[in-house]
């Protein structure tokens, strides 16, 4: 079983990737994050990223989708690295879930070494659930780098392109990869399982 994380800059079009992904054949599962927030928006809250519980529950959902998710290939829009990257970008704290969480991906190899890291189109539209600048976007896209290369991720770039460039790509590597298990990820200031 391979499982692939496709991340990057809020705005860069990944959900469309995944989405044409999906029609490809390949198990996808979509990002946690943006459902944590719409439906605390539907129940009226407008900004649950401003609450402590915020991070966790993102973390349950992602572990649960994971868990959950059927097919030899799996593509996933965003893991617990991107948790990581946001509570940073959001000034939170790790918590004791997401910190547990990193460190199971990380014992389980669960996600393959190379992430898939879908790049700016050069503007960020803001959405509900997507409230920030492209200036506040380049500076998110810098901490999910820093976040993916300090717990042991190799970054393969998926440059600015048309979408069926992005989607040709994106399969591609997933299709030529080496299967391989996943070897189980560092984490940065903790000893290599």
């Not at 190379?114 to 810098?142: D, W």
Request: glycine share 6%.
């Amino acid at each position: 079983m391979q499982r692939y994380v496709l991340t990057g800059t809020p705005g860069s079009g990944k959900t469309s990737i995944l989405r044409c992904l999906g029609d490809l054949g390949y198990g996808v599962v979509e990002e946690a994050a943006t459902a944590v927030i719409a439906q605390a928006q539907a129940l009226g809250e407008d900004e649950p990223w401003s609450r402590a519980s915020f991070i966790d529950e993102i973390v349950a959902l992602q572990r649960q989708r994971q868990l959950e998710a059927t097919g030899s290939v799996r593509v996933f829009d965003r893991s617990p690295v991107c948790t990581h990257a946001l509570a940073t970008h959001l000034g939170w704290p790790v918590s004791r879930a997401l910190e547990a969480e990193l460190d199971r991906i990380a014992w389980e190899g669960v996600y393959e070494r190379q992430v898939l890291f879908v790049r700016n189109l050069g503007f960020c539209e803001p959405t509900t659930a997507r409230r920030i600048s492209f200036q506040e976007s380049l500076a998110f896209e810098r901490i999910h780098e820093e976040s993916y290369r300090a717990f042991g991720y190799e970054i393969v770039d998926i440059p600015a392109d048309d979408l069926a460039h992005r989607v040709a790509m994106v399969s591609s590597r997933i299709a030529h990869a080496p299967h391989q298990a996943p070897a189980a990820a560092m984490r940065p200031g903790k000893p290599h399982p």
